[in-house]
């Protein structure tokens, strides 16, 4: 595991691709990793069935403090996050417009802890807009979730009914508002697990792995363009 990776739950509050921290403090390589993704996100764009174009080329701006200290890792920062967002991106099912690039600077209008991403690459004209679903991935298979609520478990009365006998009959469900979700055990026997701890109810991020019954879930948001070609 890379030392983006360990340290990604904890990021909780990023915007556009412009990440700012209530109290000041340095800047970790997560951090950047993350506010490309999220750029990445914001700037997807449909273009044909299938076919999801984001831009290949980001520009990071770090205050001079963090830009010293992080410039201190050498290649292994670069080559770090190049890796997360090109899987990232896989998941997402994105292409590039040509060779990924990621470049850092500094830059004196920011404070320490605070950092600014710019993209380009993609070309937007004619497109159609970007909308999120939440999808559950299980035993090879990819379940879109096309409710606001959607139960998981072995009945059939279950949303989506999974051959486990670990499973209660109704044992999860995911809540989706349009832009977030969240997970709730349905007071199952067995319980439900997110990184090896018992939940009741609580926010779920995208690629959170869910275990419940002897099956391992992953929670996932996946574009799909608004004209309902892809």
Do not use: C
């Amino acid at each position: 595991m890379g030392f983006i990776e360990k340290f990604e739950r904890r990021l909780e509050r990023f915007v556009n691709g412009a990440f700012s921290k209530a109290f000041k403090s340095q800047i970790q390589p997560v951090e950047i990793g993350a506010a490309i993704k999220a750029k990445l996100d914001s700037s997807a764009a449909v273009i044909g069935k299938d076919r999801i174009l984001a831009p290949n080329i980001f520009k990071v701006r770090l205050s001079p403090s963090d830009y010293s200290r992080l410039k201190q890792l050498g290649d292994s920062l670069l080559s770090e996050i190049q890796k997360q967002v090109t899987s990232h991106a896989k998941k997402q099912r994105y292409q590039f417009s040509g060779e990924l690039s990621i470049t850092v600077e500094p830059s004196q209008s920011l404070g320490l802890g605070q950092l600014q991403v710019s993209a380009t690459g993609a070309k937007t004209e004619d497109v159609a807009q970007v909308n999120w679903n939440p999808a559950l991935d299980f035993n090879g298979k990819r379940y879109l979730l096309a409710k606001s609520r959607t139960t998981v478990g072995r009945d059939a009365s279950a949303d989506i009914q999974v051959d486990d006998t670990g499973l209660s009959r109704v044992h999860f469900a995911i809540n989706w508002n349009g832009t977030s979700a969240a997970i709730e055990d349905m007071g199952s026997t067995n319980g439900t697990k997110i990184g090896g701890r018992k939940i009741t109810s609580e926010t779920l991020p995208a690629d959170t792995a869910i275990s419940a019954g002897r099956t391992d879930f992953v929670f996932r948001i996946v574009a799909k363009s608004s004209s309902g070609d892809n």
